[in-house]
């Protein structure tokens, strides 16, 4: 593995910073604001190489490796902005891009990539368990048709989707239901409130007889490898997800506690306060060489990939509860105050857990990885 | 390949005989010699001084693959003070003559090296050394104490640090070439610790001791430097049979986990033991991204990144006990027996926040550094 990012990457890490930084002040980015927001940022990311990286034609970026820092740097401004445009992007876009078929992927990959199209990806149950994934979201033939029951829970983006790919089954196997906006029969529930993630729209969605185009159906497949890929590609974006929450925790308390003064001198001074920063900066440092790491298995070993990802995800986004408490208590009331990002941090860091591959089922399949059970 | 190599000649060769040595708190000579045999020892040394010319990421990979394959904690550590401490030390600042007299020796396992650098007051605060070389003529004189010296009761040939103008911090320290058996140079006895139990670690003695001129390592005053470079060694090479013992618990308790019953079913089949496995393995990986980024800018060429540096340090000190810890819980009662090396694993493992720098000294680097 190459620890090194390119002279193009750093570049590229630096214009986006900028790029994050003029858009933070033109809107309030943890806000969707009916979705005019991400779509404001959608929109901006469009004339860099962001949107491409791990979907596209990204020039000399090393696709997910190169996300990996990226995501850092989107993350640290907006953990919001993230969420939303990577569940659409990454998420949405390479199930259109891996499982789609040319039609479907002309119509639908240049919008993304263009960052015209807001897409979400349907996965919960509320009948998911560890052992398996009984997926009851049906679809069934009729016609040249394809009629959609079922609900599902926690979708990111589904009340400002314009697609939301709905993963279920149909004849008793695995498949993609592409549900277009406004599609008789789908009703997507209010917007959920929640700890964090304050930004992001996630709420159910219902599927009640609703008709789809059989073209715009994505198998079924004889294995469950659209489920495994959903899911390692969610793991991915709430891995970036946790680096932009610790980037921003971690760098907020460090110039905190150089500036603030106690007794006299800068807080970083007293050894309370300074081993707390070296031991979040550990685990933040250590993160980023994880995620590095996990990106290029993904790329380079795909057999080892699953079991490195959660093991990337779990140690991120613990790590990322963890930073971010310390940054709170190092900043005290100053970083208790809402809006302050170690703050924000706290609150999203526990999604990140929870999201994807659950921290504690996660644990479970690393360790059958390990024992040789798949 | 090469990986693979070094674990089925340790397993074969080191590891039917570690428990015993550990038990007894004994060197082993014969795996000492036998590394040696397989060109570990001397592993990056050039060929004409009887290594292999390999680069820094490689040499990684062998100490890694002796901590897969199972080698004790004291033998790996006495591997680094030998190889990197002292032999490095001699090899990167030496003399041409030093580099030949010495290298071909050591890189064989002919002779077994150490380094002499803390003292009972001066840890990591190395500019309070009392050390003191005085020169005479064409000799040196060296006086003081050193403590906690990694084969200090064994070697041949000693790194030693002291200071030739005591006047001075950092400036004044210098380091030096020392035979076994010169006069006023003597070793302690070996110090009983609680872990790494095969390396013999004592305090060096130096009374009036002789050696000629020719012995200074680089210039007077270059020593604090010297100590600093092994550093790189020191946050590479030397934890990397860290990150391989993660390896070798995983499989360990892998295993174990699959054969031990119990409620009528294997114990891998209940979650809690699942999780302790993940956590092995999490750790692992986390460190040796972190020990092979130290290795990797070291092949590139690139000064240490210091706070990198004591990044991977602090890391793979802190957090290698859960996963020993976790291993041996897993292995129950039998985890708690030395006949199951779970527990000689746990206390090797309690050494690594403590030897080479304590966490708490990382934590001041990194806070003064960031």
Redesign the interface.
């Known amino acids: 593995?190459?620890?090194d990012f390119s002279e193009k990457e750093f570049t590229f890490f630096t214009d986006l910073h900028n790029l994050m930084e003029t858009l933070s002040k033109e809107a309030d980015l943890e806000n969707d604001n009916g979705g005019d927001n991400v779509m404001l940022a959608l929109n901006k990311l469009a004339g860099t190489p962001y949107l491409k990286l791990a979907l596209g034609e990204d020039g000399e970026l090393n696709g997910l490796l190169t996300l990996m820092g990226a995501m850092e740097v989107v993350g640290a401004f907006s953990p919001s902005m993230l969420l939303a445009i990577e569940m659409s992007t990454r998420v949405f876009g390479r199930i259109v891009s891996s499982f789609g078929d040319d039609a479907l992927k002309e119509r639908l990959l240049p919008p993304i990539l263009e960052g015209r199209l807001l897409g979400s990806v349907a996965v919960s149950e509320a009948s998911m368990n560890v052992v398996n994934e009984p997926l009851k979201t049906e679809g069934k033939t009729d016609g040249d048709k394809v009629v959609l029951n079922g609900r599902k829970q926690y979708v990111v983006n589904a009340p400002l989707a314009d697609w939301i790919a709905v993963i279920g089954v149909m004849d008793e196997k695995p498949a993609v239901f592409m549900v277009e906006k406004g599609t008789s029969g789908l009703f997507i529930e209010d917007k959920m409130p929640m700890l964090g993630y304050d930004g992001v729209a996630v709420s159910g969605i219902r599927l009640d007889n609703c008709a789809i185009d059989s073209s715009n159906v994505m198998g079924p497949f004889d294995k469950p490898t659209i489920i495994d890929s959903v899911k390692m590609w969610e793991n991915q974006v709430l891995i970036g997800a946790g680096l932009g929450l610790m980037k921003a925790a971690f760098e907020s308390a460090?110039d905190y506690a150089k500036a603030h003064k106690s007794g006299g001198k800068p807080i970083?001074a007293y050894?309370e306060v300074?081993?707390k920063?070296?031991?979040m900066?550990?685990l933040f440092?250590?993160s980023q060489?994880?995620s590095?790491?996990a990106a290029w298995a993904a790329d380079d070993n795909p057999k080892d990939a699953d079991?490195?990802t959660l093991?990337?995800k779990?140690?991120i986004t613990e790590s990322a509860e963890k930073v971010a408490g310390c940054a709170l208590q190092i900043m005290g009331g100053f970083g208790y105050r809402e809006g302050n990002s170690a703050e924000r941090a706290f609150r999203c860091s526990k999604y990140l857990q929870i999201a994807g591959t659950s921290t504690?089922i996660?644990?479970?399949k690393?360790?059958?990885?390990?024992?040789?059970i798949r | 390949m090469f990986k693979k190599e070094i674990i089925n000649f340790a397993k074969k060769e080191i590891v039917p005989r570690v428990q015993e040595h550990d038990l007894k708190k004994q060197f082993d000579y014969e795996s000492f010699r036998k590394l040696g045999e397989f060109g570990i020892l001397g592993l990056h040394f050039p060929e004409e001084l009887g290594g292999s010319d390999a680069d820094v990421i490689t040499t990684v990979m062998a100490g890694e693959a002796l901590g897969e394959a199972g080698v004790d904690g004291g033998l790996t550590l006495a591997y680094g003070a030998h190889t990197f401490l002292c032999a490095d030390t001699i090899y990167s600042h030496g003399t041409e003559e030093q580099r030949k007299k010495y290298i071909p020796k050591l890189a064989s396992g002919e002779w077994i090296g150490c380094m002499g650098l803390t003292e009972p007051d001066a840890g990591s605060d190395v500019a309070s050394m009392k050390s003191t070389a005085e020169k005479k003529g064409d000799k040196y004189i060296l006086n003081g104490q050193k403590i906690f010296i990694t084969n200090g009761p064994i070697a041949d040939v000693s790194v030693i640090y002291a200071k030739t103008d005591p006047e001075q911090q950092h400036a004044g320290i210098s380091a030096f070439i020392v035979e076994k058996d010169t006069p006023g140079f003597k070793s302690g006895p070996n110090l009983i610790k609680m872990g790494v139990s095969t390396s013999q670690t004592s305090e060096l003695f130096m009374d009036n001791c002789e050696i000629p001129a020719e012995n200074l390592l680089g210039k007077e005053g270059e020593g604090f430097n010297m100590s600093m470079q092994t550093v790189e060694w020191d946050r590479s090479a030397l934890l990397a049979p860290f990150v391989g013992a993660s390896t070798y618990m995983l499989k360990r308790c892998a295993d174990y986990a699959k054969k031990r019953e119990q409620f009528g079913r294997p114990i891998g089949k209940f979650q809690a033991m699942k999780h302790r496995l993940a956590d092995i393995r999490i750790f692992g990986e986390a460190a040796r991204a972190l020990v092979y980024r130290i290795a990797y800018c070291k092949d590139q060429g690139r000064p240490l990144n210091h706070l990198e540096a004591a990044v991977a340090k602090l890391f793979v000190g802190d957090w290698s006990m859960a996963p020993a810890n976790d291993a041996m819980i897993l292995h129950g009662g039998y985890g708690y027996c030395h006949e199951y090396d779970m527990e000689r694993i746990m206390r090797d493992s309690r050494l690594a926040p403590i030897g080479g720098g304590t966490s708490d000294i990382q934590k001041m680097i990194i806070s003064k550094l960031m």
């Open positions: 593995m190459n620890y460090r970083i050894q300074g081993f920063l070296a031991e900066l550990t440092q250590t060489l994880f590095y790491r079991s490195f093991s990337a779990v140690f504690e996660s644990r479970v690393i360790g059958d990885a390990a024992m040789g």
